[in-house]
């Protein structure tokens, strides 16, 4: 059996990602191999339905505000609501599956579809009517300026499209 390992010349690194991804291919293909399965036939059940997805999401901070980025391929902006309340920011959409071919049988499925829900509690106080939202190239992101006086209400923020 041919070897599966990569070589690495002097003070090359691998990143982690890519060297787990690759055992995990690895691992499915003997898989495939032990039980005499065709390369691309699923090894899950047909029966199981992918559920929901989340949302790449990065969250940063500078002295002057918060930044909430997400990546959200395939929506718009009137596919997603943003929401700031009790200091916590949700964001909210979904994602409708497309599907073409009701015989079409799928060899790799990669792609997410369904509801996603995701929250972020902020530990000090924002100023609640200056939280500003953009909508870009599949790209969600939300501006939250610090303060340093505590607001109780909720807002709902509007998002602009580009």
Not at 76 to 93: H, M, N, P, R, W
């Amino acid at each position: 059996m041919a070897s599966t390992q990569m070589s690495r010349a002097a003070g090359t690194r691998v990143p982690f990602v890519s060297t787990l991804t690759r055992d995990l291919d690895e691992m499915q293909n003997r898989l495939r191999r032990a039980f005499n399965l065709p390369a691309f036939e699923p090894l899950i059940p047909s029966f199981v339905q992918p559920v929901g997805w989340n949302p790449a999401v990065e969250v940063a901070e500078t002295p002057e505000q918060f930044t909430v980025t997400a990546e959200l391929p395939g929506l718009t902006a009137k596919d997603v609501s943003v929401d700031f309340e009790d200091g916590v920011l949700t964001l909210k959409g979904e994602k409708a599956e497309s599907k073409t071919e009701q015989d079409q049988k799928y060899y790799v499925w990669e792609r997410s579809y369904g509801a996603f829900e995701r929250s972020f509690t902020f530990p000090t106080a924002v100023e609640q009517d200056k939280i500003k939202a953009s909508f870009e190239n599949g790209v969600l992101t939300v501006g939250i300026p610090k303060t340093r006086s505590a607001k109780a209400n909720g807002r709902k923020i509007n998002i602009t499209e580009k």
